[in-house]
């Protein structure tokens, strides 16, 4: 793109939009939007976290750790209350050593899935049977898979217009095939990666075994290497995988769900949450998943306060505590906003799809049709912000949709997320200073709105 | 991002989407997104390009080899005519040394500016004068420019929501910055680079100078260097600048545009014009700039061949020689087409901006508002391609204005290409396979749609 492209079209817009009359609210979503673009500390902010703390899974001294500096950092911007919401956790840990093997061919690294067993201090070796799909484990029938190490090959669709759409194809690969594997008599599990990347990252994650099905070993593997793998195997069918895991669930720790917020001036008690989760799988630095939602939910305080802007209702920013692998700070604040006598929260807002531009907001349809959110909707195409749809507001925040809450997913663009989820590359090298304040100056004005015209 | 987030919504969307029925145009969209994200091969013919070619300033052997190699490429996929059209190309040259110094202080990277001239062989060693914009500029005035090194510092607005009109407010600074300050006598011009990253990168492109107005040497110093320039000479005022440049512009030379097409099956002498260009400034690989829109172009025609897509309309693919210091490429076709009396040129499309994440079009009023296309913008939207808008189509296809074409420019994500527009940090990795996909994905529907009605 050369020079003096933009020259008489740039002057033309400057131009235009300066002769239209801009109404209160479409000045005060500029200043937000000035703010945060001119003078956002979100970057910088998580790259403290990802740098000096790196990966923290619950119940890991890094997550304790996380939860200091979080506590640390929102009391030094002097929000009007700060405070640690005690969570029980699950602490699992992934262990000393993790090997793979294609016997007699190739190493291969392996990532075992959250919730994994260990195998044997020896590990594993065993045939392994390559799995199409569901319908062709169940049409190979617990004869054929017992005993066996089943490697499920689902590969990650392209063909799809958001990524999360092919993890949600590929997703229950991990989720549940491990436990359906079991259920046939499986020795152990190997999958390939749900991950839309052909590259060496494997990908975690958490399984989970259906009640009264073995728990067993299992671990995911790269795209490469499940291509090598399925390779192997055609030339092969006897080839042998030696896989050592040593995780294990520990007893349950204390930890805390971090909160701050700026009371409202009018209606207090009335909430809206906007938050993240603090904690993330154990490999990478949880850059986009989701320090990036964190460090956002943090700047949508800083950005009012420092804008001035008053909220007229309490705008409460939570990084919670354990979404990978339990969700129990969001379901602990879900059953503390329930049974609150004094507190009505409205509305809330997450960030945890990556720290990219923001495209729009998914939320539940009652909140998408409100009167009152129309204008805002309208306002916003000017960010490019374009998508309201309806649909999935996050993990943490689902808990509160028993508290009557409207619940709203922050929908960044898509396109690179699920190459970095859950790896060793989902690192703060990942996100880019525009894209993370853009999507947090776009919270801001969500937030701002809510609580300046509630839900109607 | 935890696992099971996308079970119950994706099994639901999958339903729904099953459930309508699907128009003939909406199938045959989803065959073209299909083939492109699945079976796409622009990612692979860019590391060609990028690796293999590397940068391609017009003139330069490289522009020459990548002339070559995708007239052979565009032969190897079989389309109904491919050929070179002869451009005669301007020829500047960096030359082998640049070399910057605060003197006594630091050595710095300095990038002459396309069109610069060179200092003499021993360099100029002036007094800098830093200039914060052009009313600064006019407010010093003659005396105190005089014989001086100007530097403009101006920076790169971040509450911008498209990059490119950052680019727009700081792009003058370098488009007619040095121009400017040799009207008033200045010996020599530095500037700010025009980038949005806070990094080491100096981003180079082309100058003008006024007719009447001396050339003098000119470079871009990265933002960094800008920042230790500015604080050096707020120390001391009277800190000299040590530059040295070789460049020289050298006789024209001969090149070609590289074009392909696919005939119409019913209307043959009505052209949709795609494309990007294929030369780029003599830093980097010119990958985003512009070697991902040419890569794109050329997968719109095959994809539809491989989808066997047969289009009504001509649909011709021109891979332009000299954007980036002439345009004579566009130029040249530009006066072909106005001058045919048998081809009638509807419309062109432009990739030119990035091949990041497609966000939407920009084209003339006329198309925006022309009927038989507002049911593709409806359609698009289910591809997350949402903004239409009134704008500018692309500098290459832009002379096509005279022969009554209707111009569209794609309009990618913007947040990352204005950190690396003609710097170094414009390679290969920082193209992401699914996002330049998606955008010959959006672009092949375009195409295939202005054949298949025209525009009325």
Chains 1, 2 share one sequence.
């Not at 996100?431 to 701002?448: D, S």
Request: charge should be negative; include cysteine.
């Amino acid at each position: 793109m050369m020079g003096l492209r933009f020259t008489v079209p740039a002057l033309m817009l400057f131009c235009a939009v300066s002769l239209q009359a801009q109404t209160s609210d479409e000045k005060t979503l500029d200043r937000i939007f000035d703010e945060t673009m001119n003078n956002g500390e979100a970057y910088d902010n998580l790259h403290v976290l990802c740098k000096q703390i790196g990966h923290r899974l619950a119940g890991s001294p890094q997550a304790d750790m996380a939860v200091r500096w979080s506590f640390a950092l929102l009391q030094t911007y002097g929000f009007d209350s700060v405070w640690l919401h005690p969570v029980t956790v699950p602490h699992w840990v992934r262990g000393e050593k993790e090997y793979g093997e294609i016997l007699n061919v190739a190493k291969v690294n392996i990532l075992a899935l959250g919730g994994s067993i260990s195998t044997p201090v020896d590990g594993i070796t065993e045939e392994v049977i390559e799995v199409r799909d569901f319908d062709h484990l169940k049409e190979l029938g617990p004869e054929k898979i017992k005993g066996k190490i089943v490697f499920f090959n689902y590969p990650f669709p392209q063909n799809v217009v958001n990524s999360f759409e092919g993890y949600g194809e590929a997703g229950p690969y991990r989720w549940h095939g491990p436990s359906d594997a079991s259920a046939m008599g499986a020795k152990a599990v190997l999958i390939r990666s749900v991950g839309s990347a052909h590259d060496d990252f494997a990908h975690t994650g958490s399984t989970t075994f259906a009640s009264g099905v073995p728990k067993i070993p299992c671990a995911a593997l790269s795209a490469i290497d499940a291509d090598l793998l399925s390779a192997t195997l055609q030339g092969n069918t006897n080839t042998l995988f030696k896989m050592i895991l040593n995780c294990k669930m520990l007893d349950s720790v204390q930890s805390y769900n971090v909160i701050a917020e700026m009371r409202g001036s009018q209606f207090p008690n009335e909430i809206i949450v906007v938050g993240g989760h603090l904690d993330s799988w154990d490999v990478g630095e949880g850059a986009h998943d989701d320090g990036a939602g964190c460090m956002q939910s943090v700047e949508v305080l800083r950005t009012l306060k420092a804008a001035g802007i008053q909220p007229k209702r309490t705008i409460r920013c939570i990084l919670y505590m354990n979404e990978e692998n339990g969700n129990m700070g969001g379901k602990t604040y879900g059953k503390y906003a329930e049974r609150s006598k004094t507190e009505k929260h409205i509305a809330a807002l997450e960030s945890d799809a990556g720290g990219f531009s923001p495209r729009g907001f998914s939320m539940d349809s009652a909140l998408l049709h409100a009167a009152n959110i129309q204008p805002l909707i309208k306002m916003m195409e000017q960010y490019g912000v374009y998508q309201f749809s309806e649909g999935h507001g996050g993990t943490d925040i689902g808990p509160l949709e028993k508290a009557g809450t409207h619940l709203i997913g922050l929908v960044p663009d898509s396109q690179r997320y699920m190459d970095l989820h859950h790896t060793e590359n989902d690192v703060f090298e990942q996100v880019h200073i525009r894209e993370l304040h853009m999507g947090a100056a776009v919270m801001a004005m969500m937030c701002w709105y809510l609580s300046e015209y509630g839900v109607q």
